[in-house]
């Protein structure tokens, strides 16, 4: 799978920003497709997720994104997914990444369960 995402910026906090991933090459074998972001000096850590289950799909999220994050996919575009940023905090400030994968449902948070990353982009959230 190869994954190209796009969207970032920087925005003053409270507000929004739509990240992109352009996913090539998913097939029935993926589970999984979803964002992490990280800071430096710091693990890359999990912020949402799609698990897939034939037409079906279901978001998971980190604690810390619940209710501002909104993770989707195109129905008509099926290869694109939209993580939309609402409420933006300073503590958001990260290079968020896509990620595909093959995890067992308990795993979908890990990183190590996913094998194919995009290339980041930057969001910088100021107060």
């Known amino acids: 799978v190869q994954l190209q995402a796009s969207g970032g910026g920087s925005v003053q906090a409270g507000a929004s920003l739509r990240l992109s991933c352009a996913a090539a090459?998913?097939?029935?074998?993926?589970?999984?497709v979803g964002w992490f972001r990280q800071v430096p000096g710091k693990e890359r850590e999990f912020v949402a997720a799609l698990w897939l289950s034939g037409s079906n799909s279901y978001p998971y999220y980190a604690d810390s994104v619940k209710g501002r994050f909104i993770l989707s996919r195109d129905n008509n575009a099926m290869n694109m997914l939209y993580l939309q940023m609402n409420s933006l905090k300073p503590e958001d400030t990260a290079v968020y990444y896509c990620?595909?994968?093959?995890?067992?449902?308990?795993?979908?948070?890990?990183?190590?369960?996913?094998?194919?990353w995009g290339q980041g982009t930057q969001v910088t959230v100021s107060s």
């Open positions: 090459g998913i097939t029935r074998s993926t589970r999984a």
């Open positions: 990620a595909a994968g093959r995890p067992i449902l308990s795993q979908i948070m890990a990183q190590s369960s996913y094998n194919s």
